[in-house]
């Protein structure tokens, strides 16, 4: 069965750090598109950083400098190493991995292959 199980979230004071692990199963990351969202107390999902196989990185704005997205060397698990944790990084991540995908589309138009059934990530001020 292929599937993502994310892992690593939890409740964190402002300025802390967490690390999030999505391990895959089923299936490597070779030669696909992986990637994190989160879901927002907005109803609309948004793109947090995308790692390309071939090594190319995206990072939304809100987190540029803080987060670093990875992958090991199987190519079995993504990580999100979060630093400098903001109350407004609070929500649920979800990892996704395909090999197209509309990445920068909403969550429900992203059309990517398979997705993580999410892990919270509290932040307090």
């Known amino acids: 069965e292929v599937q993502l199980v994310e892992s690593g979230g939890g409740s964190v004071q402002a300025g802390g750090s967490l690390t999030l692990s999505c391990e895959a199963s089923?299936?490597?990351?070779?030669?696909?598109?992986m990637g994190w969202y989160r879901q927002i107390p907005d109803p609309e999902c948004e793109l947090v950083a995308i790692?390309?196989?071939?090594?190319?990185?995206f990072y939304d704005d809100s987190v540029k400098g803080r987060f670093t997205i990875s992958e090991d060397s199987a190519k079995t698990t993504l990580y999100l190493q979060m630093n400098s944790l903001k109350p407004e990084d609070t929500a649920v991540y979800y990892c996704?991995?395909?090999?197209?995908?509309?990445?920068?589309?909403?969550?429900?138009?992203?059309?990517?292959?398979?997705w993580g059934r999410g892990t919270q990530v509290t932040v307090s001020s």
């Open positions: 089923g299936f490597t990351f070779d030669g696909t598109i």
């Open positions: 790692l390309h196989s071939d090594g190319v990185e």
């Open positions: 996704a991995a395909g090999a197209g995908g509309n990445w920068f589309s909403s969550c429900a138009e992203a059309d990517i292959g398979t």
